[in-house]
Antibody, heavy 114, light 110 residues
Framework: EVQLVESGGGLVQPGGSLKLSCATS????????MHWVRQASGKGLEWVGR??????????AYGASVKGRFTIYRDDSKKTAYLQMNSLISEDTAVYYC?????WGQGTLVTVSS | QSVLTQPPSASGTPGQRVTISCSGN????????VYWYQQFPGTAPKLLIY???QRPSGVPDRFSGSKSGTSASLAISGLRSEEEADYYC???????????FGGGTKLTVL
């Protein structure tokens, strides 16, 4: 059974940092491009960024609204992807999902508020 | 303003066939595979169509995807009340170097 489990969400003050994790099982993680996608309450899906697999030198790409503030990395030995979020602003408040574009995790809620 | 344009709403009666469109450009739909996702309130998206036309195992063949030029469509035949949900198209955009989503279509089963 394929599983993607996000963790690390919570309440953080504006300007703060948070690291999300996406632990996976049931598929060949090392050969998969991993994406982070977020969804603010009542809004649509917004792509945050992605990290490719080793064959593509773990290349990353980011959405315009998070570029320079967020970093995606992965640990293939742990089958886990990470999203490091810095300089958080209220507009980053959302449920964050990880996905390989086929399977999705259940999401973790990040709330940026003072 | 989404890069991909979807109608905000669509509706149909049980048993009817409905289609949801997704309009893009040559940098996204025109040159890459389209994905379609179904999302119920409070839950994660679920893949319905990948590589523009392919259905994952477990997705009924009542769901079908098509693509022509810079537009794509999701068709649902034999509509069921439990398919009332939000539907999103997604595709990689070569110019933006980004995965882009449509704004979503809320499907109502009357």
């Amino acid at each position: 059974e394929v599983q993607l489990v996000e963790s690390g969400g919570g309440l953080v003050q504006p300007g703060g940092s948070l690291k999300l994790s996406c632990a996976t099982s049931g598929f060949t993680f090392r050969d998969s491009t991993m994406h982070w996608v977020r969804q603010a309450s009542g809004k649509g899906l917004e792509w945050v960024g992605r990290i490719r697999e080793k064959a593509y030198n773990y290349a990353t790409a980011y959405g315009a609204s998070v570029k320079g503030r967020f970093t995606i990395y992965r640990d293939d030995s742990k089958k886990t992807a990470y999203l490091q979020m810095n300089s958080l602003i209220s507009e980053d408040t959302a449920v964050y999902y990880c996905t390989d574009d086929f399977y999705w995790g259940q999401g973790t809620l990040v709330t940026v508020s003072s | 303003q989404s890069v991909l344009t979807q109608p905000p709403s669509a509706s149909g009666t049980p048993g009817q066939r409905v289609t949801i469109s997704c309009s893009g450009n040559s940098s996204n739909i025109g040159s890459n595979w389209v994905y379609w996702y179904q999302q119920f309130p409070g839950t994660a998206p679920k893949l319905l169509i990948y590589r523009s036309y392919q259905r994952p195992s477990g997705v009924p063949d009542r769901f079908s995807g098509s693509k022509s030029g810079t537009s794509a469509s999701l068709a649902i035949s034999g509509l069921r009340s439990e398919e009332e949900a939000d539907y999103y198209c997604a595709v990689w955009d070569d110019s933006l170097t980004a995965w882009v989503f449509g704004g979503g279509t809320k499907l109502t089963v009357l």
